[in-house]
């Protein structure tokens, strides 16, 4: 074996101190590294900077690959053989063995190769983008033909309410517009009645909408229900006295519609109010024979009850001529009014009762009864 070759052939006896240190060159001076477990290389066979042929070590010659730089050797495609070199003027040599032309060349094919990566990644980016948006595209569902025709019946109900409320509305327009043209002629009964035979009298409440003509049909009860003093149809109607009441008796009961705009006797349930009773006390009825004004003494709820129950009934009171008739309207009347008014007629003096619907119960009414003041 070449003795040249062998790292471990120092004598241990000579300097034991040594093994299993690699000796170093540090310049000129030749030491040994203390922390390195290697081979030991004796100075014997160190060969000194001199003999360095073209800057590196013969193959023959020993070889410290620690001090070996890395410029010494082409690492490219002939990787440990010495280092190429290459004719002035040919390329730049980066020690590696690649031969550009030079280094603005190198930095162009960087910045075309970024250019076509980002331009290629922006359209990758572009298309996903575009992909995403596609498919998060909401789809249309297809409605079935249940839903189609659900749709359709809604549509035309909300048609036909808007038609019917359009209809009512019209209805009390005309209506209010046709009582502001009769009461216009309510000091005129005489012509009131020769336009219309029908009709009775005139009936106004001071301060409240109560200011309509009362019709009476002894033929038919209910003609004027929704029918108004021109004999077109109307959905408030006129007021009118109960058929079986006498002209010249002690009774006139009169009915009329609870309108929801309040027109009519729909301002009657404000009565409940024993304030409002006060301040609306008084009632102004008049006929073609008589100008009368009278006193409330009475206000009640009351119904349309079977014909089965035993109660006390207003409305099959209408003629009060009899006087026991009298007294019996009178005592229930006073029995079920919602405050002491202090006032009882007494057998003789007429009584007129208003009654219109209400609606605290099934067929509820609501009455208001007064007395004439002689």
């Known amino acids: 074996m070449n003795n040249q070759n062998n790292y471990n052939?120092?004598?241990?006896?000579?300097?034991?101190?040594?093994?299993?240190?690699?000796?170093?060159?540090?310049?000129?001076?030749?030491?040994?590294?203390?922390?390195?477990?290697?081979?030991?290389?004796?100075?014997?066979?160190?060969?000194?900077?001199?003999?360095?042929?073209?800057?590196?070590?013969?193959?023959?010659?020993?070889?410290?690959?620690?001090?070996?730089?890395?410029?010494?050797?082409?690492?490219?495609?002939?990787?440990?053989?010495?280092?190429?070199?290459?004719?002035?003027?040919?390329?730049?040599?980066?020690?590696?063995?690649?031969?550009?032309?030079?280094?603005?060349?190198?930095?162009?094919?960087?910045?075309?190769?970024?250019?076509?990566?980002?331009?290629?990644?922006?359209?990758?980016?572009?298309?996903?983008?575009?992909?995403?948006?596609?498919?998060?595209?909401?789809?249309k569902k297809r409605t079935s033909t249940g839903i189609i025709v659900v749709r359709v019946i809604a549509i035309l109900l909300l048609i036909a309410g808007l038609a019917i409320v359009g209809v009512k509305v019209y209805n009390y327009i005309d209506d209010k517009l046709s009582h502001n043209r009769l009461a216009a002629l309510s000091q005129d009964l005489e012509q009131l009645y020769a336009t219309n035979n029908d009709f009775f009298g005139w009936l106004k409440i001071e301060d409240t909408v109560v200011d309509y003509p009362v019709m009476h049909t002894p033929y038919e009860n209910e003609k004027y229900l929704h029918m108004d003093f021109d004999g077109n149809y109307s959905e408030s109607g006129?007021?009118?006295?109960?058929?079986?009441?006498?002209?010249?008796?002690?009774?006139?009961?009169?009915?009329?519609?609870?309108?929801?705009n309040g027109s009519m006797f729909g301002s009657l349930p404000k009565y409940e109010d024993e304030d409002y009773f006060k301040e609306h006390s008084k009632i102004r009825f008049d006929t073609r024979s008589e100008q009368a004004e009278y006193e409330i003494f009475a206000v009640f709820y009351s119904k349309v009850y079977d014909d089965s129950e035993d109660?006390?009934?207003?409305?099959?009171?209408?003629?009060?001529?009899?006087?026991?008739?009298?007294?019996?309207?009178?005592?229930?009347?006073?029995?079920?009014?919602?405050?002491?008014?202090?006032?009882?007629?007494?057998?003789?003096?007429?009584?007129?009762?208003?009654?219109?619907?209400?609606?605290?119960?099934?067929?509820?009414?609501?009455?208001?009864?007064?007395?004439?003041?002689?």
């Open 9 to 139: 052939n120092y004598p241990e006896s000579n300097e034991p101190e040594y093994r299993g240190r690699r000796f170093r060159d540090g310049g000129n001076d030749a030491y040994y590294e203390e922390e390195d477990n290697f081979d030991v290389t004796p100075k014997s066979t160190y060969r000194p900077r001199q003999n360095v042929q073209q800057g590196y070590y013969p193959p023959s010659q020993p070889q410290n690959y620690d001090r070996r730089a890395p410029q010494n050797y082409d690492y490219g495609q002939n990787y440990g053989n010495p280092r190429q070199q290459y004719p002035q003027g040919y390329g730049r040599n980066d020690g590696y063995g690649d031969g550009y032309d030079n280094i603005n060349a190198r930095r162009r094919q960087r910045i075309q190769y970024d250019e076509r990566y980002n331009e290629y990644y922006d359209d990758r980016r572009s298309n996903r983008r575009n992909q995403q948006s596609v498919r998060r595209k909401p789809q």
């Open 238 to 260: 006129e007021l009118f006295m109960d058929a079986q009441c006498d002209p010249n008796g002690y009774h006139y009961l009169i009915y009329g519609h609870h309108m929801f």
């Open 311 to 374: 109660v006390f009934k207003y409305y099959n009171c209408p003629n009060l001529n009899d006087e026991g008739t009298y007294n019996y309207y009178v005592e229930n009347v006073k029995a079920l009014s919602i405050y002491d008014t202090g006032i009882t007629p007494q057998y003789g003096e007429r009584i007129i009762t208003l009654s219109t619907c209400n609606y605290h119960t099934d067929d509820g009414r609501f009455v208001v009864a007064a007395r004439k003041i002689q």
